[in-house]
Nanobody, 118 residues
Framework: QVQLVESGGGLVQAGGSLRLSCTVSGRTLRNNVMGWFRQAPGKEREFVGSITWSGGSTSYVRFVKGRFTISRDNAKNTVTLQLNSLAPEDTAVYYC???????????WGQGTQVTVSS
């Protein structure tokens, strides 16, 4: 019943910005964690960052280097990934995911394409 739908991807120039949104439908848990992942062609999917629904606590991997920001709007059931200072290396399909148990990413969106040109 839980469904995640990403939107906001597109083509941008290096140094540009993009805002990705993830809309959550169906049942959600109060203590669950939402995350963002990305996958480039020929490469494995990698973790980008996460946020908790209740407190909004965020966590990021090192390659973000302060360029990305994750936020959430509980009233609208949306999670947002703000991408700033984009580089060609950031080109990938970005996925939204849910972790209701705290140990496994159980729900995934279809992904949205982000392409950064030089």
């Amino acid at each position: 019943q839980v469904q995640l739908v990403e939107s906001g991807g597109g083509l941008v120039q290096a140094g540009g910005s993009l805002r990705l949104s993830c809309t959550v439908s169906g049942r959600t848990l109060r203590n669950n964690v939402m995350g963002w992942f990305r996958q480039a062609p020929g490469k494995e999917r990698e973790f980008v960052g996460s946020i908790t629904w209740s407190g909004g606590s965020t966590s990021y991997v090192r390659f973000v280097k302060g360029r990305f920001t994750i936020s959430r709007d509980n009233a609208k059931n949306t999670v947002t990934l703000q991408l700033n200072s984009l580089a060609p290396e950031d080109t990938a399909v970005y996925y939204c995911a849910g972790n209701p148990t705290g140990s496994r990413w159980s729900f995934w969106g279809q992904g949205t394409q982000v392409t950064v040109s030089s």
